[in-house]
């Protein structure tokens, strides 16, 4: 797998790039180290470098407090990967879905690239507003759960939606960790 291909195959082409991400192994094994750990670092690296060596205006993290902070995001981030992939594959059976880890862990693993890309943003803190082009990894999952769990047609949208309400108290939880310890 060419990382800059997936990259661009998934934010481009999602329903032709989902079938071929289907035929790769899905086992967290192989999905982290070579796809997630490092997309998921350009949020952290981005909002590091931003907020403290850029800063917005006269105001800057430290240097110490914002990389202690963007490990712990990252980790965290990684964490919300595999949280997210057990609730696609439990939610499975209730909409009528093939339960399947691997391809719960490539949905959950893939999805999130929109967002995760649109983190560079964080680099200048004044287009740090531009990373609600992220939102398109919502699409994303949509075609990934109905490409991989195959759900029924008439129940992929609600299957979706199901998964998104679970994923955003999954990163509310998230977030609400990295605010209690850093105050930002």
């Given at each position: ?81 595999f949280v997210v992939a057990y609730i696609?594959?439990y939610l499975a059976g209730t909409f ?89």
């Amino acid at each position: 797998m060419n990382l800059v291909e997936r990259i661009k195959g998934i934010l481009l082409q999602p329903k032709s790039e989902w079938p071929a991400i289907e035929r790769e192994p899905g086992d967290a094994g192989y999905l982290f180290p070579n796809y997630v750990a490092i997309v998921a670092a350009i949020p952290a690296v981005c909002t590091f470098i931003g907020t403290s060596i850029i800063g917005f205006g006269a105001y800057r993290v430290g240097i110490g407090l914002g990389l202690i902070r963007a490990v712990v995001v990252y980790a965290l981030s990684l964490a919300g990967v595999f949280v997210v992939a057990y609730i696609i594959d439990y939610l499975a059976g209730t909409f009528g879905a093939r339960k399947n880890l691997d391809n719960a862990m490539r949905v959950s693993a893939y999805a999130p690239t929109a967002a995760w890309v649109a983190g560079v943003f964080n680099i200048i803190p004044a287009l740090a507003f531009l990373g609600i082009l992220g939102l398109y990894s919502l699409y994303l999952l949509h075609t990934g759960i109905a490409a991989l769990m195959k759900p029924p047609a008439d129940k992929a949208v609600v299957y979706t939606i199901a998964v998104i309400v679970c994923a955003i108290i999954v990163w509310v939880i998230i977030f609400g960790v990295v605010a209690m310890l850093f105050g930002l």
